[in-house]
């Protein structure tokens, strides 16, 4: 566990990299972006008292995002050692885990019903015109 003070503007961790830390934000603000066509796609903002980068880390995928900061930030940055020994000695700190994790599920079911519900009516509407 170690805390990393981050300047605005400067890049934490990069999309493809490998994903041996996870953060948390005590103070100040970073994005999570992607790369599309060239073109920076803003996934969210996360802000103090949040946590951004578990699951590459539990998984042991590559980061499937990038982030910055958006103002001088402070960050505390885990592995997974240190992450586990969080939740022993802190309890609700991984219910804090569970829930950012199932909230984000959510959000990407969200975004996949909305999508599918576009991608139908696009089928419909090409159906009505042949």
Request: aromatic share 4%; charged share 30%.
């Amino acid at each position: 566990m170690r805390i990393l003070k981050v300047l605005k503007n400067q890049v934490i961790c990069q999309e493809g990299t490998p994903a041996d830390e996870m953060y948390v934000v005590r103070k100040g603000k970073i994005r999570v972006y992607k790369m599309m066509n060239a073109e920076l796609v803003e996934l969210g903002i996360i802000g103090a008292n949040d946590c951004v980068g578990e699951m590459s880390l539990f998984l042991g995928t590559k980061r499937t995002a990038s982030l910055d900061a958006l103002e001088d930030t402070e960050l505390l940055a885990l592995d997974k050692e240190s992450v586990f020994e969080q939740i022993k000695n802190d309890p609700d700190f991984g219910i804090m885990l569970i829930k950012k994790i199932s909230r984000r599920l959510t959000d990407a079911h969200k975004i996949i019903a909305k999508l599918e519900g576009e991608k139908k009516s696009l089928e419909v509407l090409c159906q009505m015109r042949s």
